[in-house]
């Protein structure tokens, strides 16, 4: 009996213990719960800080790393939102855009030369509102900062007094003149920043070929790079050049002939690619342009219509040739004679009998202004001015002006809108818009108006 009751007993105590075990258990469950979420909170913290850490060492060496990491076009930061095509020009930032991001810029070499120690004169950002010198920005845009590279193509305020303002000129009218070039620089940039965005995405992933800088003169004295537009002023150009380099002193007393054929002028393709690499970086790179139908019919008259031992024979004859129905033996022979629509013919058939030359190709394939980023983009039609702005801005002797003679076919008067119009009433309405198709990009990019009211 009593063994029975121990025995009993002894039961009930197991089932009491072992409900206590299940209690136990299950108050234990939640406490190692809780423990592996803290531990996986603390990995991922750990995990994070151990990525920063290794970012943060990945760009010091990529700064640290030597040589130059030539032909990848520097980048400019390019906004993916949709361009818009209204001349109206707003939020502009300069912010160092034409000269590759932060850590992607190309290391310069201790072997190469360097440009000229002496610093461009800087500028303070005028207080004063302008207007811009010309009718590239129709409306007034918010003032972005002055980055240290565009301070290198702005002067500083009344330090000199630029082409066009007269000695002694109130202070307040050079600085309109001079705020108003800048604000006509940036509205230039930001215009053909867009068009590139719109026409040519990606182009800056593209490496940079030697024909692509090609027409590129290289002054190393002043840190100059000049791209060669031919009809756009550049024979004075290349004077200019040759005065900036020692090899003359006086841009008078150089000939046409020598402007071009003895200018002792290097052009940037003769370079290794880390030469060209590091020019492209650090000098200033400018671009003058001409409006496209005026540039055109200047050469026409340049190289048809005068005496010309190279343009006659080599594109005349088979101009004429393809051409001219029924033209005669002294046509054919001597290839002079060529009319303005035959030439426009040439210039249009995608089976050319002769090949393009540089006084007709666009702009837009000449010196590939969306690969480059020039820091100055100039305009024929106020040619004087903004060059000398530009001498002035890069520290030129304040002798040097750009010259305003015309030496070759001195008697013939230059081509004006006049005289472009009366050359293009030659051509029926297909060609015209042809040719304007011919040369879209570069009506775009610089916003040069329609020449007819019936283009498209």
């Not at 002028?265 to 671009?287: F, I, M, N, P, W």
Request: glycine share 6%.
């Amino acid at each position: 009996m009593l063994l029975g009751e121990c025995s009993s007993t002894s039961r009930l105590l197991e089932a009491l213990c072992g409900k206590r075990r299940v209690v136990v258990s299950a108050m234990k469950l939640p406490c190692s719960f809780y423990c592996s979420l803290w531990f996986l909170l603390l990995l991922g913290a750990a995990s994070l800080l151990l990525l920063v850490h290794l970012q943060g060492l990945s760009d010091m060496l990529q700064q640290q790393t030597p040589g130059a990491k030539f032909m990848v076009a520097p980048r400019w930061p390019i906004q993916k939102d949709q361009p818009s095509d209204s001349a109206v020009f707003e939020g502009i930032n300069l912010g160092g855009g034409f000269h590759g991001a932060p850590g992607e810029e190309i290391s310069s070499n201790p072997s190469l030369p360097s440009p000229s120690p002496r610093q461009p004169p800087s500028l303070q950002w005028l207080p004063h509102p302008s207007t811009p010198t010309s009718g590239d920005q129709q409306a007034e845009s918010p003032r972005p900062p002055v980055t240290k590279r565009h301070r290198k193509l702005l002067l500083k305020s009344g330090s000199v007094i630029p082409s066009g303002a007269p000695p002694g000129a109130p202070p307040g009218e050079e600085d309109r003149k001079l705020q108003g070039m800048a604000h006509t620089q940036m509205s230039r940039h930001h215009l053909l920043r867009e068009v590139c965005t719109k026409y040519h995405p990606g182009v800056t992933e593209h490496p940079i070929s030697s024909r692509q800088v090609s027409r590129v003169y290289v002054e190393d004295r002043s840190g100059l790079l000049y791209c060669e537009v031919p009809k756009a002023g550049c024979s004075n150009w290349k004077r200019v050049l040759m005065v900036l380099g020692g090899s003359a002193t006086s841009t008078h007393g150089i000939a046409h002939d020598d402007a071009h054929y003895a200018n002792q002028l290097r052009r940037l393709d003769t370079y290794s690619q880390a030469g060209v690499a590091e020019r492209l970086r650090s000098y200033t790179k400018v671009l003058f342009v001409r409006e496209p139908f005026e540039r055109l019919v200047s050469a026409f008259r340049d190289k048809f219509e005068s005496p010309n031992s190279y343009y006659h024979p080599v594109f005349g004859r088979p101009i004429i040739s393809r051409y001219r129905a029924n033209a005669s033996l002294s046509a054919l022979r001597t290839g002079a004679g060529v009319t303005f629509r035959e030439f426009v013919q040439y210039l249009l058939d995608v089976r050319r009998p002769v090949g393009m030359d540089i006084h007709w190709t666009p702009v837009s394939q000449l010196c590939s202004p969306c690969l480059l980023h020039y820091d100055f983009i100039g305009k024929f039609e106020s040619l004087k001015e903004e060059a000398n702005f530009l001498l002035r801005s890069i520290g030129a002797p304040s002798n040097l002006t750009f010259p305003d003679f015309k030496d070759r076919n001195p008697k013939a008067e230059r081509t004006s809108y006049t005289i472009t119009q009366r050359y293009f009433e030659q051509l029926n309405t297909t060609e015209r818009q042809r040719a304007y198709d011919f040369y879209y990009m570069d009506y775009l990019m610089f916003k040069y108006p329609k020449p007819y009211k019936d283009l498209y």
